[in-house]
């Protein structure tokens, strides 16, 4: 699987918007690029999903660069619930049935009130 | 519930005993993981299952770990006597077909003594 390289740590305050990079420079042409993030005590829980093009939900943006060598997720407006770590995830979309996911160790965000 | 649903939450043992760690899906989903998660670390994948097939075993760290899910629906982890090292959270994840994304259960944590 291809590597993703994200920082350890970042902190944002309360209400601002708080910009997650990640680097994957060995990105395929059939990978997708997937975003989870785990709270205390919970498991993984899916963010937002891209291929090319950004994409919007309603949890957060996810703005890819014209190379796909790097991304960026984005929280608008971070609040102290948005407290956790943020994977950054490449996954095949070969279609072949096994669609597991390989995790780093992420970006722990801590939100400042 | 319409989660994935995980039980028991917390697990005790001592070394050596054998344990059994469950996971109800979402209804309906075909595709299920389970995940290993060591302390400060990323989940690490163990097996998969597509309905009642297990399709990939590639992350059992040994002959001690078995899964089954033998009608397609809830999943059981089996641990053979455990070692300290077996000491993690035991994470399961479904989802509703291939490439969607995966719904994490909040996990089991597994304390060996």
């Known amino acids: 699987d291809a590597k993703t390289t994200q920082p350890n740590s970042m902190e944002s305050n309360e209400e601002e918007p708080v910009h997650l990079p990640c680097n994957h420079s060995?990105?395929?042409?059939?990978?997708?690029i997937h975003w989870y993030r785990q709270l205390p005590s919970q498991g993984p829980e899916y963010v937002i999903h891209?291929?090319?093009s950004n994409v919007n939900n309603r949890m957060a943006s996810l703005a890819i660069a014209e190379d796909r060598k790097s991304s960026t997720l984005i929280l608008h407006r971070a609040t102290l619930r948005d407290a956790a770590v943020y994977y950054c995830?490449?996954?095949?979309?070969?279609?072949?049935?096994?669609?597991?996911?390989?995790f780093g160790t992420g970006t722990r965000l801590t939100i400042i009130p | 519930g319409a989660g994935v649903s995980q039980s028991p939450r917390y697990k005790v043992a001592k070394r050596g005993q054998d344990v059994a760690l469950r996971c109800d899906p979402i209804?309906?989903?075909?595709?299920l993981f389970w995940y290993q998660q060591a302390l400060g670390q990323g989940p690490e994948f163990l097996t998969y299952?597509?309905?009642?097939?297990?399709?990939?075993k590639s992350g059992l760290p040994s002959d001690r770990f078995f899964a089954e899910r033998p009608e397609g629906s809830v999943s059981t982890l089996k641990i053979q006597r455990t070692q300290q090292e077996d000491s993690a959270v035991y994470l399961c994840?479904?989802?509703?077909?291939?490439?969607?994304?995966?719904?994490f259960g909040d996990g089991t944590r597994l304390s060996i003594l």
């Open positions: 994840a479904s989802s509703s077909y291939r490439d969607q994304p995966q719904h």
């Open positions: 060995t990105i395929s042409g059939t990978d997708y």
């Open positions: 891209g291929l090319t």
């Open positions: 299952f597509q309905n009642e097939a297990q399709l990939d």
């Open positions: 995830i490449l996954r095949a979309q070969t279609g072949g049935g096994n669609e597991k996911l390989t």
């Open positions: 209804s309906g989903h075909v595709s």
